[in-house]
């Protein structure tokens, strides 16, 4: 897959920036100069409710803010955007955090530093046009199921739903969708039997009548009863020694997501639309608005990835893949929290 070229929107994260830095300026200053005041961060599609915080933390100019410039490279999925981190197309990732457990199992080191969601986000549904009358995980062996792309927690999600039904992974067939309008499609010309997918769209597919969701992890408790704990999901992870060498520009990135979580937690629906761009609410705004609400819970407080976060994904993963051993990684060398404990106590959170 071709790495697109990074987005810069300076123009508007700059003035938007100047409105939301009027009422404290002194307080959120950034404390340290970093030591790469310009770099680039690779993603996933920032009109998925996802990856919010980092839209949020770009369109506000909180980065800007904390003396970085960055520029965000879109990609079709998490996934891929670590990929480009590997080769060395950008230096920061944002994406899920199960994603650098496989590079962990290789010898290749990765490392969470700050958290946006605690919870996937992600719902299965199945059609109400070719299953009609499911009943249970079951029925889906020999089936085709979208998700957004292969690796992607949006397969995670659907392989644990069938585990616990028996299902081996090798039943069904699981199809690449994205997550905008051609997964829509691709459900609605019959091509697919369930999906797997993020916010807003199956929020769009649950209200026009097109699944009826069996699996959801849009809620802390969702998500707690399909991974049985607390499952750590979008973040921003580097290679460690990225993280040891350029702590300043580590915290200068958890700093400008931890205030856009903060401003989250009382951004009432017009702030919420108002921040982000035309083309990221898919179906309109009534219906990202919609999916906010539905997700909302779920986006961290804090930054803080919880103590039992890496145990949990460990766990999750060797469920979902047979040939993966979580015995020879160890949970605490997948993450860090000094970063986003340190912008905790400066925002007063």
């Given amino acids: 897959m071709q790495t697109p070229a990074p987005r810069r929107r300076g123009l508007v994260a700059a003035a938007l920036a100047g409105a939301a830095c009027v009422a404290a300026p002194v307080l959120l200053r950034a404390q340290e100069r970093p030591e790469l005041p310009r770099l680039t961060l690779a993603a996933g599609p920032l009109s998925t409710c996802y990856y919010l915080p980092l839209a949020i933390a770009e369109q506000l100019g909180y980065f800007r803010a904390e003396g970085l410039d960055v520029a965000i490279g879109e990609h079709a999925s998490g996934g891929s955007a670590l990929q480009a981190v590997l080769r060395g197309a950008a230096q920061v ?53 979208g998700v957004s792309s292969a690796g992607a927690s949006t397969q995670l999600v659907a392989r644990l739903l069938l585990a616990r039904a028996g299902v081996a992974a090798g039943d069904v067939r699981f199809v690449e969708v994205g997550t905008g309008m051609q997964a829509l499609q691709a459900l609605r010309d019959g091509r697919l039997d369930a999906i797997s997918n993020t916010e807003p769209l199956m929020t769009m597919l649950e209200q026009q009548g097109d699944v009826r969701i069996v699996a959801d992890t849009r809620s802390l408790k969702g998500s707690h009863e399909l991974f049985g704990g607390p499952m750590p999901a979008a973040c921003l992870h580097a290679p460690a020694a990225f993280v040891a060498a350029y702590p300043a520009t580590c915290q200068a990135l958890a700093s400008a997501i931890v205030r856009a979580l903060k401003w989250l937690q009382t951004a009432g629906p017009g702030d919420i639309v108002r921040s982000l761009p035309e083309n990221y609410l898919l179906g309109g705004r009534a219906l990202y608005l919609a999916s906010f609400q539905k997700v909302r819970e779920t986006f961290s407080p804090d930054g803080l990835i919880p103590a039992e976060g890496g145990a949990t994904a460990l766990r999750a993963m060797a469920r979902a893949e047979p040939g993966f051993d979580p015995g020879r990684i160890d949970p605490d060398k997948l993450y860090t929290n000094l970063f986003a404990r340190r912008a905790k106590e400066r925002f007063k959170l």
């Fill in 93 to 145: 990732g944002a994406g899920a955090f199960e994603h650098a457990l496989r590079l962990h199992g290789r010898g290749q080191t990765f490392q969470a530093f700050v958290l946006q969601t605690r919870a996937p986000q992600i719902a299965v549904g199945v059609s109400t046009r070719t299953l009609a009358r499911y009943h249970d995980p079951a029925i889906l062996r020999g089936r085709s199921i």
